[in-house]
T-cell receptor, first 117, second 114 residues
């Protein structure tokens, strides 16, 4: 079945540094990728939607200059948390869909746990 | 706008007992409805989904859900709980155009007692 690989699975960084999270579709072309964040014991909140080759669409309240999303190819999207702070510590999950088929299924990565110290 | 409400943030059942996780939705257009399961520190795995057609949907691991438009509900059930069912369960809705932009409920943590 379709697989979405997310890397790294966990990362610890110091406050003020930037962290990049990768989301790759391994066996299909992901025309659209979604980025979510999940705080402990809470639901997933959509941060942004990215379509290959175009700028990401951010949800209300999400700082686009802080959470940089790049979807330069049909198999890779990246989320960069810039100047990370402890409040950015969270579980980030990507999902991908595509394949040129309408209503094609959505596949989730295994998430990245970010801890900012 | 769409929204999902999951009744009960935590449900505990005995092994072998019926599992019932409640989900109610709000949508101004015909909804697509989903149930996902999340194990600790992992992404989401699709259990089942409703798009159109038969309102009783069967999914993986013995789970099923019934779409009831009159009640705006999509409750998840399993006749007999297994220890491996312990996880977080999320109900989600998207619009009928299949944009795949999901709105998730708050999640329900299912605990199975031996």
């Amino acid at each position: 079945g379709a697989v979405v690989s997310q890397h790294p699975s966990w990362v610890i960084c110091k406050s003020g540094t930037s962290v990049k999270i990768e989301c790759r579709s391994l066996d299909f072309q992901a025309t659209t990728m979604f980025w979510y964040r999940q705080f402990p014991k809470q639901s997933l909140m959509l941060m942004a939607t990215s379509n290959e080759g175009s700028k990401a669409t951010y949800e209300q309240g999400v700082e686009k200059d802080k959470f940089l999303i790049n979807h330069a190819s049909l198999t890779l999207s990246t989320l960069t948390v810039t100047s990370a702070h402890p409040e950015d510590s969270s579980f980030y999950i990507c999902s991908a869909t595509g394949g040129g088929v309408k209503n094609s299924p959505l596949h989730f990565g295994n998430g990245t746990r970010l801890t900012v110290t | 706008a769409q929204s999902v409400t999951q009744l009960g943030s935590h449900v505990s059942v005995s092994e072998g007992a019926l599992v019932l996780l409640r989900c109610n939705y709000s949508s101004s257009v015909p909804p697509y409805l989903f149930w996902y399961v999340q194990y600790p520190n992992q992404g989401l795995q699709l259990l089942l989904k409703y798009t159109t057609g038969a309102t009783l949907v069967k999914g993986i691991n013995g789970f099923e859900a019934e779409f009831k438009k009159s009640e705006t509900s999509f409750h998840l059930t399993k006749p007999s709980a297994h220890m491996s069912d312990a996880a977080e369960y999320f109900c989600a809705v998207s619009d009928a155009q299949g944009a795949q932009k999901l709105v998730f409920g708050q999640g329900t943590r299912l605990t199975i007692n031996p």
